[in-house]
Every structure is written in structure tokens, then in C-alpha cells.
């Protein structure tokens, strides 16, 4: 049972049916068909004559009449009958034996009682003979008969034959099945083995099938998984390492505060000094909290988003009061621009999350004096910078996730362009990069509203189902 739960087995199994079943239709379309029209065209040609032989007759039928119409007919044999007497009999001796008695012969008496010309097949002496009956003018009836042996034998070789061809087909179909079934199971053994070693985190070793079928597409869509988990799986080694690292910085900024305020020598502009460094420090640990706790709210489906009607100059002008003090800060002067009015649909916290995300972006990872713009046109919120930009390698990255490009000029999580994207696509829009000389812009477009539908967009609302 276990042999023929395989492959190779139900394959060559499935050939041999499929083989046997035409085969089948073949026989039962085939022989029965092939003799019945070999035995009824003997019968044809076999009446053809006679009724030309009686058309020809001129004078009451004799001995040589009946040799020569037997002659003229190719028949075994041709008897001619008055009631129930044979009168005279012309037969091939060699061929068919005695001529026996045929004054009862069925398809004589048919004739003799219909006055028309009759034709079947008898058994006689244990041999099948085609005959046809033809009354003549004078009473009786000229009946000719032909041996089907030589018919009847070739459709026995006809049916030896497609027993034989129906045999070996048979097992050539099994053969070429279990030989094909063997190659492409082995293809998908290859395919069980590679999915293991995926399974078990072994992205080392691709996924090979030369094949141009089916099997050697799911062995390239294999391939792709493979790569793709592997960029994910270093990834996460590396979000790991920096999260572990990004972690571990601020806790031990902050123990180190908490010891030194644990001293008593302090002055209160030392302490304050300190107490600013720990808040910065959390923050830093709360910004990186948020961050998981997007993405892990992103994957499971559970964020809520609200789509309405805002401005998004009023999103822009929002950003700038938000997050000048950082820019001071850090040295970089912010410009709020709107090039143009207009209503798009979003959700106002998280389209401001957006901004946040891209203007902090600007802020870190560019060198102190950069100007950052905010621009708000009617749709379209842009973030630009006259920063030295992102080289052109490293464009396609800038969106995924767990990714710091190299040279960067400050530490993070490299979760906030990547959630960023996500939370755009959720609300209908596009977060894009459009790098150009001399500038980095990233550009978020949302779906823009009309002044007719504002009333039923304040309803919808868009929530993720919980995967």
C-alpha cells in the first residue's frame, strides 16, 4: 500500500488505465466493425454478380451454365435447385470439401418462397459461408456460396495483433510513466529538502531546477522566498543588534545619571544638566517603544484609521510648530511652505505621524545648517532637504525595514520610513523618494476630496482586521 502511494506508482497506474480504456474502445469499435463490413461486403460483390448472371441467362440453366456462373461470381461453390432436388452443383473441392446437401440450405428456401433475391451467412460442416440465393426463370433457384475463412482469419490476425500492441503499449505506458514519475518526483524531493533547510534557517543554498514546467516555477518562486527571507533574516540580526544597542545606550545613560545625582556634591545647575540628559535619554527610549509598537500593531492589523477631510497646510504648519525647537537644536533652519489650498483624505494623526517621521528624518540624518522645507500642495505634503541626499545605491532601501543605510549620521531603529510607507498605503496614498542634485525629497500624496462628497467621507472609516 505504501508503493503505491507514491508518485511513480499512481502515475504509471494512471497511464495504464488511460492505455487500457483506449484500447478497450478500440476492440469493441474496432473488430466487430471490421468484420461486419469485410463478411457484408463479400455479400455485396457476391449479389452484384448473381444479379448480372441473371440478367445474362438466355436458356434453362445446366451444368456448364452453373461452372461458369460460379466461375463469374468467384464463388466456392453455386448449386442450382428445383424444389427440393439438387439438379447441378459447381465447387472448388480444395477450397471447400464436398458440396453436401444443400436443398435445405435456409437462404434457398427464402428465395424459392419470395421469388427475390436473398443473401446471409451459414455454418456448414463447421465453416461460415456468405451466400446469396437467385430464383430463376423456370422455378428454381441458383444459390451461391463463399467461404469466409480467409475473411474471418484475417480478423482474427487484426485482433492477435491489437492484443499483442494493446500488451506492450500497456507496459511501455508503465514504464515511461514510473520513469517520468521517478524524475519528477525527485524534482520535488529536491523541492522537500530545500524547503527544510529554509524551514530551518539555512538561506545559504539556492533553490536549483532547471526545468521550464510548473515544478521549475514553484522552484524559482522557492528561490525568491529563499532571498527575501534571508534579506529579512539579516535584517532582523541587524535590528536586533542596533535595538540592543539603542536600548542599552539610554538605560545606561540614564543609571549612570541616576548615580551621579546620588551624590551630594552636586550644584543645581549640575543636576539640571543631568536631569535634561536623562529626559532626552528616555526619549529616545520612548521613541523606540512607539516604533515597535507601530510595527507590531501594523502586522497584526489592529490599527484603526480614520479617513476625513483635512487641509494639509494646517498638517504642515502643525509639523513646523511641533518640531522647530528640535531644528534649533539640531542646527537646522525649517521653512513652512504652502504652494497651494486644498482638501485630501487621511487621517490627521496619522498623516502628522507621517510628517513627524519624515521631517526628524531630514533633521538627523542631515549635517548641521541643512535647510529642511515642509511644503504643503494641495494633496501633496513634501519634505526636502539641500542635504548631500541618498546615493543612488542605496534609494531601493530606504523604505524597509530594520534598515540603516551605511554613513549615517546619527543612530535609530530604522523603523520610521518603513512605517511611514505602510501608513500611507493604509489611507489610499503614496510615500515616494525623489531624490534630484542637490536636494533629498520625500513626497507623501494622498486621495484628494470634493467638495460634493465631504459629508460621507467624515464617516469612513478603515480598520484592519485582526490577522
Not at 455479400?43 to 451454365?65: C, G, M, N, T
Not at 541587524?238 to 545606561?252: D, G, K, M, Q
Request: glycine share 8%; aromatic share 4%.
Amino acid at each position: 500500500m505504501h508503493r503505491l502511494r507514491r508518485v511513480g506508482a499512481r502515475l504509471s497506474l494512471a497511464l495504464a488505465v488511460v492505455v487500457a480504456g483506449a484500447l478497450a474502445v478500440v476492440w469493441i469499435a474496432l473488430v466487430p466493425t471490421l468484420q461486419h463490413r469485410l463478411v457484408n461486403g463479400r455479400l455485396v460483390l457476391l449479389a452484384q454478380s448473381a444479379r448480372q448472371i441473371a440478367r445474362s441467362e438466355k436458356s434453362a440453366p445446366d451444368r456448364v451454365f452453373i461452372e461458369d456462373a460460379a466461375r463469374t461470381a468467384d464463388a466456392n461453390r453455386a448449386v442450382l435447385l428445383r424444389g427440393t432436388k439438387t439438379l447441378h452443383v459447381a465447387a472448388d473441392s480444395r477450397r471447400t470439401g464436398p458440396a453436401g446437401n444443400v436443398a435445405q440450405d435456409p437462404v434457398a428456401l427464402h428465395a424459392a418462397a419470395t421469388a427475390a433475391l436473398q443473401r446471409g451467412v451459414v455454418t456448414r460442416d463447421d465453416e461460415p459461408f456468405a451466400e446469396v440465393a437467385v430464383p430463376d426463370r423456370y422455378g428454381g433457384v441458383i444459390l451461391y456460396s463463399a467461404s469466409l475463412r480467409a475473411t474471418l482469419e484475417n480478423v482474427d490476425l487484426v485482433r492477435s495483433r491489437l492484443i499483442w500492441a494493446g500488451l506492450v503499449a500497456l507496459g511501455l505506458a508503465v514504464l515511461v510513466g514510473w520513469g517520468a514519475a521517478s524524475a519528477f518526483a525527485r524534482r520535488i524531493r529536491r523541492l522537500e529538502r530545500a524547503a527544510d533547510r529554509i524551514a530551518a534557517g539555512d538561506f545559504d543554498e539556492p533553490v536549483v531546477d532547471l526545468g521550464r514546467d510548473e515544478v521549475g516555477e514553484l522552484a524559482h518562486a522557492f528561490d525568491r522566498m529563499r532571498s527575501q527571507l534571508a534579506r529579512l533574516d539579516d535584517a532582523r540580526r541587524a535590528f536586533i543588534a542596533n535595538a540592543s544597542h539603542e536600548l542599552r545606550t539610554p538605560i545606561f545613560s540614564v543609571g549612570g545619571f541616576l548615580e551621579l545625582l546620588q551624590e551630594d556634591d552636586l550644584d543645581a545647575e549640575t543636576r539640571a544638566e543631568f536631569v535634561d540628559a536623562m529626559a532626552e535619554q528616555m526619549a529616545r527610549l520612548s521613541k523606540l517603544a512607539g516604533d515597535l509598537l507601530d510595527l507590531s500593531r501594523l502586522d497584526a492589523g489592529g490599527m484603526r484609521i480614520e479617513l476625513e477631510p483635512l487641509s494639509l497646510a494646517a498638517v504642515a504648519t502643525d509639523l513646523g510648530e511641533e518640531l522647530e525647537s528640535l531644528a534649533v537644536r539640531r542646527e537646522h533652519a525649517l521653512e513652512i511652505v504652502v504652494d497651494a489650498a486644498g482638501s485630501a483624505l487621511g487621517d490627521r494623526e496619522r498623516v502628522l505621524q507621517v510628517g513627524r517621521a519624515l521631517v526628524d528624518n531630514a533633521l538627523l540624518h542631515t549635517p548641521p545648517g541643512t535647510h529642511v522645507r515642509v511644503v504643503a500642495d494641495g494633496c501633496i505634503l513634501r519634505v526636502e532637504d539641500d542635504g548631500p541626499g541618498i546615493p543612488a545605491e542605496h534609494r531601493d532601501q530606504v523604505f524597509a525595514r530594520f534598515t540603516r543605510l551605511d554613513g549615517s549620521r546619527a543612530s535609530g531603529s530604522g523603523l520610521g520610513l518603513a512605517i511611514a510607507r505602510e501608513l500611507a498605503e493604509r489611507m489610499g496614498g503614496e510615500l515616494r523618494l525623489e531624490p534630484a542634485d542637490g536636494r533629498t525629497a520625500f513626497v507623501l500624496e494622498l486621495p484628494s476630496v470634493s467638495t460634493g462628497n465631504r459629508g460621507e467621507v467624515r464617516a469612513n472609516r478603515y480598520e484592519d482586521p485582526v490577522g
